[in-house]
T-cell receptor
């Protein structure tokens, strides 16, 4: 079956660094996406990885290891506005997204 | 450029009632999706469309119907609402090229009593 696993909740301190992990099992693989979702709002796109390695985009970076079925999202210099849920999604062989339940990130001052 | 819009934003139905959720996008995207989001679960795909006049079933299609008569609109219908359909419904659209993102509407919060 197809499955995405990510932690339910994480807590971090303002100004610190946090890494949110995601493991996936899909029928075929066409890329790994990260979305951010603030409470009561729609998901918004953060990053896409299809090749192994690290993609950096400002304070946010995303890493992919296809052989391990593993990705992480790295958030640096945390700000209070980064408090949100972070959704991991893998694209399967039919180009459909399989979504994780999301990781709720709580930032403390 | 409004992006993806959804109407209504909130709705309360009684069991057995019907309703239609409307999604509209102004980005000329070919692909459109309807998801539901429930606490503790990932987004689940209900139905999707790869172009005007075409629709297909997703992971959880039972109890829902869809239509894509115009490229910019994707309608989700509930013929006879059930309490299990209480959820937040998101519409999304996508241009479908490698690495392309899905753009989401603001969501519709539906409660079925």
């Amino acid at each position: 079956g197809q499955n995405i696993d990510q932690p339910t909740e994480m807590t971090a301190t303002e100004g610190a660094i946090v890494q949110i992990n995601c493991t996936y099992q899909t029928s075929g693989f066409n890329g790994l996406f990260w979305y951010q979702q603030h409470a009561g709002e729609a998901p918004t796109f953060l990053s896409y990885n299809v090749l192994d390695g690290l993609e950096e985009k400002g304070r946010f970076s995303s890493f992919l290891s296809r052989s391990k079925g593993y990705s992480y999202l790295l958030l640096k210099e945390l700000q209070m506005k980064d408090s949100a849920s972070y959704l991991c999604a893998a694209m399967d062989s039919n180009y459909q997204l399989i979504w994780g339940a999301g990781t709720k990130l709580i930032i403390k001052p | 450029n409004a992006g993806v819009t959804q109407t209504p934003k909130f709705r309360v139905l009684k069991t057995g009632q019907s309703m239609t959720l409307l999604c509209a996008q102004d980005m000329n995207h070919e692909y459109m999706y309807w998801y539901r989001q429930d606490p503790g679960m990932g987004l689940r795909l209900i139905h999707y469309s790869v172009g005007e006049g075409t629709t297909a079933k997703g992971e959880v299609p039972d109890g829902y119907n869809v239509s894509r008569l115009k490229k910019q609109n994707f309608l989700l219908g509930l013929e006879s609402a059930a309490p299990s359909q209480t959820s937040v419904y998101f519409c999304a659209s996508e241009a479908r090229r490698e690495g392309n993102e899905q753009f989401f509407g603001p969501g519709t919060r539906l409660t079925v009593l």
